[in-house]
DNA sequence: TGTTTTTTAATGCGACTGCATCGTAACGGT
DNA sequence: ACCGTTACGATGCAGTCGCATTAAAAAACA
């Protein structure tokens, strides 16, 4: 019965345009045509996918978490390629680097989730799908440090459940500076360093 | 010449009218219209004192970052009242949890906050000014630590050049989860004052 | 009191917004 | 080959936007 196309597909194709229009021209300039026109669709197209503008907006914040998780998974198996076997601090590591803006997709990742994090101060549903994606996160991060304790990586006295989530929201802290120019990748890199020194052996 | 009015409190009170609106209705329900009413003026009255949009906008970001400072003084002067001379590990947990959201006005500050880096993604202006707000604090931060070595409050081998930075940013990390309520100000506050243990004597 | 200048208010305008309403083209099932 | 469903494009509409224009009100100085 129907015709062709794959749903789905032409619905992530939207939401990448949505990803290319507030990573260029910013969260105001998200209007249908300018989404349609990023995509090189017609304004009807991104209606007849998106009943309502806020439906897609919480589609493409969906699509962004997994975009986040696919680049994550995809560094750590990466890291896991030619026979070795990477260290807990090594996954941590390498973790972090992908959750700050330091190249072109995670410039733009950033912007989008820091222009829906103001979104999500007045709009519960963006808020509460924030919390699903970060608690998740928050969560690996945790179990990854727990594992990092067990297999005696970590310094004597180092408390994985207080220490991991330490970590993380320090990363998160860094995302906005190193947005805005007030402080670069490398000096971002270096302090989480510090850190890891810290804590691993 | 006549004139009746204080120019500069007038702007003062306008950009009063812009939090509100940011931190009840969010960044984009900022227009002329709103604000005016919120402030119980006239359009033609924000007109007359910002000639355009974007220089209400940047003045109320100047006004924002004189708030937070003007709290973080009061606040440390608090601590200084009553003949007691605080240690330096009270002022830099009172000035930590002077910037996170929790209480109404670090909400609203917050809030505030948040929507102009999302608006300094795309706008170099806002970058500019808040790159200049937030390196001062920084800058603070820093010499409060190195203050703190100086007197021997901070813990053998901590160096306060590395650990201020990253509390200082471990803080600003905490801001966007408490906001949409992935964490709670009493677990921010516990996790800060892990670190000050960690960190002071 | 009359004049000047600032302050405030009211209104209009072009552009843009999200959304609804069509019309049409294209494929799948029968 | 026909028809129904889906995909898609074009256009209209009510509302809002920032900004310009205009005018009235008010206070300081002559």
Redesign the pocket.
């Known amino acids: 019965?129907?015709?062709?196309?794959d749903?789905e597909q032409?619905r992530q194709l939207l939401a990448e345009a949505v990803f290319a229009v507030i990573g260029t021209r910013g969260w105001e300039?998200?209007?249908?045509?300018?989404?349609?026109v990023q995509a090189?669709?017609?304004?009807?197209?991104?209606?007849?996918?998106?009943?309502?503008?806020?439906?897609?907006l919480l589609f493409a914040l969906a699509q962004m978490r997994d975009r986040v998780n696919a680049r994550l998974q995809a560094t750590l198996a990466a890291l896991h390629g030619p026979g070795n076997q990477p260290s807990r601090r090594e996954l941590i590591r390498a973790a972090t680097a992908v959750m700050l803006p330091v190249d072109g997709p995670g410039r733009e990742e950033a912007c989008v989730n820091i222009a829906f994090f103001s979104a999500a101060t007045v709009t519960p549903e963006y808020a509460r799908q924030l919390r699903d994606g970060y608690s998740r996160i928050l969560t690996v991060t945790v179990a990854s440090f727990r594992e990092a304790a067990r297999l005696g990586e970590l310094r004597d006295g180092i408390d994985p459940d207080a220490e991991a989530p330490a970590l993380y929201f320090l990363t998160q802290g860094l995302v906005g500076p190193i947005l805005i120019g007030l402080y670069q990748p490398d000096d971002a890199l270096a302090l989480i360093d510090a850190q890891l020194n810290r804590l691993f052996r």
């Open positions: 019965m129907p015709k062709q196309v749903h032409r300039a998200v209007s249908l045509r300018d989404v349609a090189g669709v017609s304004m009807g197209t991104v209606q007849h996918y998106f009943p309502a503008k806020q439906q897609m």
